[in-house]
């Protein structure tokens, strides 16, 4: 199982910033690309940033590049999201995932993630 474990709450002003956490089996971490995807109220779910097993790449979503960023720590099996200048339009609820792959190469359909966290909300007021 993917265990998400919250931290900073989920709850903050228009340009604050927030770190997401995803802790899983060393097992499963280290043979498998990390992603972050989200969903917002009436909408699909949507990739938002993933890195690969060894955390030599990494890939975000237009919408979040150069204001999230996300790194592994394979001492620890932890996988972080961090998120700075939210805006309201980042509002949804936060899924980890872990796509069994040792390729370098990210994939962003969220139907090949074998494994999911339970989801956290992310709630930015303006």
């Known amino acids: 199982q993917v265990q998400l474990v919250k931290s900073g709450g989920g709850l903050v002003q228009a340009g604050g910033s927030l770190r997401l956490s995803c802790a899983t089996s060393?097992?499963?971490?280290?043979?498998?690309?990390m992603g972050w995807f989200r969903q917002a109220p009436g909408k699909e779910r949507e990739f938002v940033a993933a890195?690969?097993?060894?955390?030599?790449?990494?890939l975000y979503a237009d919408s979040v590049k150069g204001r999230f960023a996300i790194s592994r720590d394979n001492a620890k099996n932890t996988a972080y999201l961090y998120m700075n200048s939210l805006q309201p339009e980042d509002t949804a609820v936060y899924y980890c995932?872990?796509?069994?792959?040792?390729?370098?190469?990210?994939?962003?359909?969220?139907?090949?993630?074998?494994?999911w966290g339970r989801g956290t909300q992310v709630t930015v007021s303006s």
């Open positions: 890195v690969t097993w060894d955390g030599g790449s990494t």
């Open positions: 995932a872990a796509d069994w792959s040792i390729s370098n190469r990210i994939r962003t359909i969220m139907e090949v993630y074998e494994y």
């Open positions: 060393e097992r499963i971490f280290s043979n498998s690309c």
